[in-house]
């Protein structure tokens, strides 16, 4: 049995996280815990609000949100749904990320699903700050879920690694199992400066990965020269990759790849779900 959480703000981009989401685990025995966060109110006189005032505000937007959720139950019983999927909703009041923390220690969750709904416009960032805070602040697995993502089985999953970081095999693991479940090809992509060679410690670390994965079916693929968000973008547009796994440890790929790109050229925020696991 998986525990899936799922956060919601009955946007078209969370409802897309959740039909994908549902999709994704179809063969799986899931219970989804779908939740809704409201953010703790801001007065725009300064003042702080009378303690009875407050209670009655919480109440009311927590009753409101559930009535929320229970059509979002009933909008979800109309999909061709799994017999092995049970579904629960809850309501909160306050900070986000802090809430989430908390569910995934109480549900003990394994899988963090969330819609994001990409950049729009180059000063606009590429990724939500609730998903961005997510995934770097708690210690759970989450799939990132782009607003024009359509689930299709992932044939093909690219990994970007520079060979530094040696990997804990229960992240290692969770990835073959992805790749077994879903038959898929994994692509180990590595960004390289003209003329380089890779040191024995990046050679040792992707002998491991060649070893460690023998039983899937996988390739080791160079860029040399590009920027590394512009070089995720070439190969997943030249392999047709349906999604891109990445390891949390690796804080720089993190902030170039899912973090940095303002648009530009960049469409893969918008169409690749992203996979981040935790060590």
């Not at 946007?11 to 685990?25: C, K, Q, R, V």
């Not at 220690?105 to 000063?123: H, P, Q, R, V, Y």
């Not at 040792?204 to 160079?222: A, D, P, R, V, W």
């Amino acid at each position: 049995m998986k525990n899936i959480l799922i956060p919601t703000d009955f946007s078209d981009n969370a409802w897309n996280a959740i039909e994908y989401g549902i999709a994704f685990l179809k063969k799986t025995k899931c219970k989804f815990h779908i939740v809704h966060v409201n953010p703790i109110a801001s007065f725009s006189d300064g003042e702080v609000a009378m303690y009875a005032s407050q209670e009655v505000f919480r109440e009311s937007l927590i009753e409101e949100s559930l009535e929320k959720l229970q059509k979002l139950l009933e909008k979800i019983e109309r999909l061709p749904l799994n017999t092995k999927h049970t579904f629960y909703t809850s309501a909160f009041y306050g900070f986000f990320t802090d809430y989430i923390k908390e569910e995934v220690k109480d549900k003990n969750i394994d899988l963090i699903i969330m819609g994001t709904k990409g950049a729009n416009g180059i000063k606009a960032v590429s990724m939500g700050s609730n998903t961005g805070n997510v995934i770097t602040k708690v210690k759970c697995p989450v799939l990132a879920v782009p607003q024009n993502a359509e689930y299709h089985r992932p044939k093909e999953i690219v990994f970007p690694t520079d060979y530094y970081l040696s990997y804990d095999i229960k992240v290692l693991e969770n990835i073959k199992e992805l790749a077994s479940l879903n038959h898929s090809t994994i692509r180990f992509l590595y960004l390289s400066k003209a003329g380089e060679k890779l040191t024995q410690e990046q050679t040792k670390n992707q002998e491991f990965l060649s070893g460690y994965f023998s039983e899937i079916e996988n390739s080791f693929h160079k860029i040399t020269g590009e920027k590394l968000e512009t070089a995720v973008q070439c190969f997943t547009e030249s392999r047709k990759v349906d999604m891109i796994v990445m390891v949390a440890k690796n804080l720089n790929f993190l902030e170039r790849i899912l973090f940095k790109p303002k648009v530009e050229k960049i469409s893969y925020h918008i169409t690749i779900p992203f996979l981040v696991l935790h060590e």
